[in-house]
């Protein structure tokens, strides 16, 4: 089961300055051969679901490791099965209809 | 790693009365040991990592074999590592604060 | 246009203890007349749009007040026209499934 | 008080194409004179808070004017105090986090 995922993670006791945190997050998700679009607000990630799972469950033990007390985390997360569908299309989707009016 | 987290799942493509996907989740969940508390807008649930997310999996699979084509999910997550809190204990701590004001 | 709301505030910078800034909250909820029922990872509100997001805003007001430099939210938020929904009728319908099985 | 925050709006009830709601959202918004960034599971939106409220108070009511009879959506929305800070600021900061290992 393939999904598309927004990921937001929010370190609690470290602070105000969470970029070390997010940029962290992200080598994670690199490391583990994700397509990853990161925006103001969470990563964009694609993937098959048991490798995207332990991506981000590494990515809570990686924060913790770095001394965040605690960890709140966004996923917002869609699969289908009417047909495959990527990041790209998604946005590509949006665009054109966009365009056509 | 345990985990405190709130799950709503949105099926897709199915028309606008989605209690009785609701209820299928909430079964899954109970049948895979998880405490949850369900409210308006998802359901509480804790565990540990693994436990849970191969819940999390199930309920996804379960709404699409139900006959929807889409399914999103919305997942807030906590992990801390500084002490052991419960679904319960995150709402008593709120309500000592409040009574004690 | 009624709303139903899940509201999940985190304060940035100012500790691992959030409980006292949920019990503000709840505070500013309850003064500003909207039914609410709390849970572990959030609140539930219902009542009309621009009053629920007056208080919304004003929560987040009073948690900088107290200190907070940083508020991160999470609001899932549902409207609907086919039909009049409380709170406590999304409760109900999702156990009416459940007790029906 | 400025807002940045991630718009995720889910119609209810339409069937599985949900890009044509999305297009009609990123036009009001635009309208509205807001900075958006588009991704693949939201939108980015950065503006005082009374005006982006009001542009997503009126992307409801033009996805139930389309037709949907349920809307649901999932704001994720920060503000803070200690300094001002842009979505591109926010994107930058991981960037060169990034960069700089």
Redesign the interface.
């Known amino acids: ?1 393939n999904v ?3 990921l ?1 993670i ?1 370190p ?2 470290v ?2 300055s ?3 945190y ?2 962290a997050c ?2 994670v998700l690199a490391e583990a051969g994700l397509k990853t ?6 990563t ?1 990630l ?1 993937g098959e ?1 048991d490798q995207v ?1 332990a991506a981000v ?1 590494r990515c ?2 990686v924060v ?1 490791e770095m001394g965040a ?14 047909r495959a569908q990527t ?2 299309d ?2 590509k ?6 365009a056509g ?1």
Chains 1, 2, 3, 4 share one sequence.
């Open positions: 089961m598309i995922l927004d937001c929010v609690i006791g602070g105000v969470l970029s070390p997010v940029a992200e080598r679009v990161l925006h103001a607000c969470g964009n694609e679901w799972f469950k809570h033990e913790h007390p605690r960890v709140s985390t966004i996923i917002k997360r869609g699969t289908r099965t009417d990041i790209d998604k946005v989707s949006v665009e054109a209809k966009l009016l």
